[in-house]
């Protein structure tokens, strides 16, 4: 029999708490420790679910050395420094997304696990619907996609920080759109131009809507539209999908089963798993690549092209033309190169004969 993986959590907030009823619901894992700067709200987070035996801790120094892995997920402005401690330390890490806020800082992430030769997989977890599944299957038979549309349209009234971002649909929301998008095309986006806007009637002092046409590299269009402030007839939290091919036409409500048809008429059916979904099943991939040295989807090499996209989407919302991909990255790496200063990880970085190739883009 197999042993459960040993896992180290960092972060013990909400999103902590969900990971914790997640690792508490599979067998293939057993927490082997807590870590958060509040040691009273990690006691109280590992109490309530069931892990009063499980060691507390301010920080992964502390617990590193009981653990097979890490799970981070702290606040995203924390992941470089508590992922890469892990790393360097010798922990293969599941990252909670977004990887981190600026691709500048992924691409010291990406440095991190070259340097440490451990697995950086970020959990993208709207990857993991049985539905998602399903649809790329429609999309697989209908053949290449001229068209890809998403409608994220909700009203929700957080409070606190992301009312006051410049940007939080694009920054706080739309990477889930832009990196699913991904999966289903089945290649890399080139360039994206991007018209961001705060209706009048708007709770937040940023641009809560914004419109976005990304061109990827085998001419399929990807189009987004959404709004943080569209109150009445919302969507899915995953949003609205269409795809136009030459085979016929697939919709997902991103909630229920996909709908397909083919240009014939006939319907394409959805052929729906009984796979782990959302975060266990990012949590299923991550032990799986663990146990077999395998890559898995969004390994963070992979996992920088979506950071990239939403960067790109704010750049060109903010100076009114479309934005290449690769200028986005090519700019990060310059600043990587100029502002990361741990040893082992600015010779990582100074020996890509080439960025974009490092992440899959050339």
């Known amino acids: 029999m197999t042993e459960p993986v040993r896992l180290l959590q960092a972060g013990a907030g909400g999103m902590g708490r969900a990971w914790l009823r997640t690792i508490a619901a599979d067998p293939d894992v057993e927490l082997a420790g807590l870590v958060d700067l509040d040691v009273e709200v990690a006691r109280a987070a590992a ?12 920080s992964i120094d502390e617990l590193a050395g009981a653990a097979d892995a890490l799970i981070d997920v702290t606040v995203p402005a924390a992941h470089p420094k508590v992922s890469v ?35 950086l997989m970020v959990s993208q977890s709207r990857r993991y619907f049985r539905a998602v ?19 994220f349209y909700k ?35 080139v360039s994206v131009y991007c018209d961001s806007y705060n209706p009048s009637w708007s709770w937040f002092d940023g641009n809560a809507a914004a419109s976005a046409i990304f061109t990827y590299t085998d001419g399929t269009r990807f189009a987004f539209s ?14 609205r999908w269409r795809a136009s091919t030459p085979g016929g036409t697939a919709t997902w409500d991103g909630d229920n089963a996909p709908i397909a048809a083919l240009s014939s008429g006939e ?18 991939e991550f032990v799986n690549a663990v146990r077999t040295s395998t890559t898995p989807q969004s390994e963070v090499h992979a996992n920088v092209v979506s950071i990239a996209m939403v960067e790109a989407a704010v750049r060109s ?40 190739k490092a992440v899959g883009l050339d």
Request: with cysteine; glycine share 8%; aromatic share 6%.
């Open 47 to 58: 109490d309530e679910h069931g892990f009063r035996d499980v060691p507390v801790a301010a």
């Open 85 to 119: 401690d892990a790393l360097l330390r010798g922990l293969p890490v599941l990252c909670e997304k977004p990887l981190a806020e600026t691709v500048r800082e992924c691409l010291g992430m990406v440095a991190a696990a070259e340097v440490s030769g451990k697995l």
């Open 133 to 151: 599944t399903a649809f790329q299957r429609q999309l697989a038979e209908l053949g290449p996609i001229g068209t890809l549309t998403c409608e």
């Open 155 to 189: 009203a929700p009234h957080f409070s606190g920080f992301r009312e006051r971002m410049a940007e939080p649909l694009l920054v706080d929301m739309a990477i889930h759109q832009f990196d699913l998008s991904r999966k289903l095309i089945g290649a890399e986006p």
């Open 226 to 239: 959404g709004s943080w402030c569209a109150a009445g007839l919302e969507t899915s939290w995953n949003g």
């Open 267 to 284: 319907d394409l059916p959805a052929v729906m798993t009984d796979d782990p979904e959302e975060i266990a099943g990012s949590l299923t």
């Open 317 to 356: 919302a903010r100076a009114g033309v479309p934005v290449q991909i690769a200028d986005v990255i090519t700019d990060a790496y310059a600043e990587a190169l100029e502002t990361i200063t741990t040893p082992s990880l600015q010779a990582a970085l100074a020996a890509w004969p080439n960025p974009l």
